[in-house]
């Protein structure tokens, strides 16, 4: 076990610092044991890739990044086995080499396992990435390990817990046959795409769409599954299209000073980054996930049920497109499907979600960003979700009013971790713990 003395925890894109005393790097479930039982206080990290301030924040702090071995295979079963702290793409590239695949990814391949789970990461057109679990093990506040299996209730508590409940050690993934998917990508109307999303569910294996603020349209991008030897028409679109990311935040830059640029700048990046088609093939990891950013960005993330998603739309929409505030949104919101599970902080508990993504490209002034203030007023009032390892303001009460497991889930929290080491100051907050502190203090 390696050891580090006071240094400073910083945030991929520099938005959140915290100092730490001592910083812990582990390889084996026995260590992770010990760090845990022999902290009072602590917080694990992942690829410190969330905005929302729930992985550092306290003295003691431990890098999971090494803790990053495959286990093993069950080749009868398909499932892989792997350490809580591996890189998502390292597991893609070792299942996609025996033939397997998860069928539903987020667009980043630089997570943590540990982090994505604990934070409900997902894609499209299917579950979160914790629904592909089949067990896993959790190390507890007092250090001692539990195994959990999927059919287990406690496992719809865990799967989505914001590292609240312990920590992931080992976990065991159901993957399917890897399949070819092909890709069709083409700029359309809000009036076209949006009536057409619930037919498009059903016809197509693979939907997202790229809405554009301010230019009254969407790229949408359906994915089929084919043959992997059937021709199709490859079309990568123009060689430019790979500098869009650049050209927006050159086009960006002093969007925070002058927030109507956006609207200007996201009409130039529609007509030159996404009004052409484009088709290609490939497997669902090689075909649609990003893999390499030139620079960061900070996110917010909002769900709703799919049958709100159009009154949702409509009000986001008249409100960016109002002139007078300053809820100006870069390019693009991202728009993606989720199917319904049981998992207790799930965006997708008992009912089929529609997730919007909510960009700011220049992550230093994203405080600035009136934007994402406006998307969670009009989620929030309609019974949204936030995604948990994004920026949000939303707290416990407003918490208990959307997740009907909130308050089963705040009493399995204080039962693990009774102590409260795992809490870090936003994480109390989260759970208003303090005020909890607070009233058992009155009643002795
Ligand atoms: C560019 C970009 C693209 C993204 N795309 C998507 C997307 O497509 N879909 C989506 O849903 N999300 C997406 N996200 C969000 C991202 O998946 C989450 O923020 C994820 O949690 C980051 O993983 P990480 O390894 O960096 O974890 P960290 O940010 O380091 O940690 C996140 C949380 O996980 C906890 N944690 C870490 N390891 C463990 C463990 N072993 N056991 C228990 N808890 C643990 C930490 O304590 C912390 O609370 C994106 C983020 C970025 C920056």
Same mark, same amino acid.
């Given at each position: 076990?390696?050891?580090?003395?006071?240094?400073?925890?910083?945030?991929?894109?520099?938005?959140?610092?915290?100092?730490?005393?001592?910083?812990?790097?582990?390889?084996?479930?026995?260590?992770?044991?010990?760090?845990?039982?022999?902290?009072?206080?602590?917080?694990?990290?992942?690829?410190?890739?969330?905005?929302?301030?729930?992985?550092?924040?306290?003295?003691?702090?431990?890098?999971?990044?090494?803790?990053?071995?495959?286990?093993?295979?069950?080749?009868?079963?398909?499932?892989?086995?792997?350490?809580?702290?591996?890189?998502?793409?390292?597991?893609?590239?070792?299942?996609?080499?025996?033939?397997?695949?998860?069928?539903?990814?987020?667009?980043?391949?630089?997570?943590?396992?540990?982090?994505?789970?604990?934070?409900?990461?997902?894609?499209?057109?299917?579950?979160?990435?914790?629904?592909?679990?089949?067990?896993?093990?959790?190390?507890?506040?007092?250090?001692?390990?539990?195994?959990?299996?999927?059919?287990?209730?406690?496992?719809?508590?865990?799967?989505?817990?914001?590292?609240?409940?312990?920590?992931?050690?080992?976990?065991?993934?159901?993957?399917?046959?890897?399949?070819?998917?092909?890709?069709?990508?083409?700029?359309?109307?809000?009036?076209?795409?949006?009536?057409?999303?619930?037919?498009?569910?059903?016809?197509?294996?693979?939907?997202?769409?790229?809405?554009?603020?301010?230019?009254?349209?969407?790229?949408?991008?359906?994915?089929?599954?084919?043959?992997?030897?059937?021709?199709?028409?490859?079309?990568?679109?123009?060689?430019?299209?790979?500098?869009?990311?650049?050209?927006?935040?050159?086009?960006?830059?002093?969007?925070?000073?002058?927030?109507?640029?956006?609207?200007?700048?996201?009409?130039?990046?529609?007509?030159?980054?996404?009004?052409?088609?484009?088709?290609?093939?490939?497997?669902?990891?090689?075909?649609?996930?990003?893999?390499?950013?030139?620079?960061?960005?900070?996110?917010?993330?909002?769900?709703?049920?799919?049958?709100?998603?159009?009154?949702?739309?409509?009000?986001?929409? &008249? &409100?960016?497109?109002?002139?007078?505030?300053?809820?100006?949104?870069?390019?693009?919101?991202?728009?993606?499907?989720?199917?319904?599970?049981?998992?207790?902080?799930?965006?997708?508990?008992?009912?089929?979600?529609?997730?919007?993504?909510?960009?700011?490209?220049?992550?230093?002034?994203?405080?600035?960003?009136?934007?994402?203030?406006?998307? &969670?007023?009009?989620?929030?009032?309609?019974?949204?979700?936030?995604?948990?390892?994004?920026?949000?303001?939303?707290?416990?009460?407003?918490?208990?009013?959307?997740?009907?497991?909130?308050?089963?889930?705040?009493?399995?929290?204080?039962?693990?971790?009774?102590?409260?080491?795992?809490?870090?100051?936003?994480?109390?907050?989260?759970?208003?713990?303090?005020?909890?502190?607070?009233?058992?203090?009155?009643?002795?």
């Amino acid at each position: 076990m390696k050891q580090k003395e006071n240094g400073v925890w910083v945030s991929w894109n520099e938005n959140l610092k915290h100092n730490y005393k001592s910083l812990f790097k582990i390889t084996t479930e026995n260590e992770l044991q010990d760090v845990i039982a022999n902290n009072d206080k602590i917080r694990f990290f992942g690829n410190k890739q969330s905005s929302a301030d729930i992985a550092a924040g306290t003295n003691a702090l431990l890098d999971m990044k090494t803790y990053n071995k495959i286990v093993s295979y069950n080749y009868n079963d398909k499932t892989i086995t792997v350490q809580s702290g591996v890189i998502l793409g390292d597991l893609l590239e070792a299942i996609e080499k025996v033939g397997w695949c998860i069928p539903c990814l987020p667009d980043i391949n630089t997570v943590t396992v540990g982090g994505a789970l604990a934070t409900g990461t997902h894609g499209t057109s299917g579950k979160l990435l914790s629904e592909y679990i089949t067990s896993c093990r959790l190390v507890l506040a007092d250090g001692s390990v539990k195994e959990i299996k999927s059919s287990d209730e406690l496992m719809n508590a865990v799967k989505v817990s914001l590292g609240m409940l312990g920590v992931l050690s080992e976990i065991t993934f159901k993957c399917e046959t890897e399949y070819t998917l092909h890709v069709k990508e083409r700029p359309e109307n809000d009036k076209e795409w949006l009536p057409k999303i619930k037919d498009r569910l059903k016809q197509h294996d693979f939907l997202r769409v790229l809405w554009l603020p301010h230019t009254s349209k969407g790229y949408v991008i359906t994915g089929d599954k084919i043959d992997k030897d059937k021709e199709i028409n490859v079309n990568n679109g123009p060689k430019y299209l790979k500098h869009r990311r650049t050209a927006s935040k050159i086009l960006y830059k002093y969007s925070h000073k002058f927030p109507w640029i956006t609207a200007i700048a996201n009409n130039i990046l529609a007509k030159a980054f996404f009004s052409s088609k484009k088709e290609h093939k490939g497997s669902l990891y090689q075909a649609t996930v990003t893999k390499s950013r030139g620079s960061t960005l900070e996110l917010a993330e909002w769900t709703i049920g799919l049958d709100k998603f159009p009154q949702v739309f409509k009000e986001l929409k &008249e &409100e960016v497109n109002k002139w007078d505030n300053k809820s100006f949104i870069h390019i693009p919101m991202d728009v993606r499907f989720v199917q319904k599970d049981n998992a207790w902080l799930s965006y997708a508990y008992k009912e089929d979600i529609v997730t919007m993504g909510c960009v700011s490209r220049n992550a230093a002034t994203a405080d600035t960003y009136e934007a994402f203030k406006s998307v &969670e007023r009009i989620f929030l009032k309609h019974g949204g979700r936030p995604h948990w390892g994004k920026r949000f303001a939303a707290k416990d009460a407003q918490l208990s009013k959307i997740y009907p497991k909130w308050e089963d889930f705040k009493e399995l929290r204080r039962e693990l971790d009774p102590t409260n080491k795992f809490l870090n100051p936003y994480l109390s907050k989260l759970v208003n713990e303090k005020k909890l502190a607070n009233v058992k203090k009155s009643i002795a």
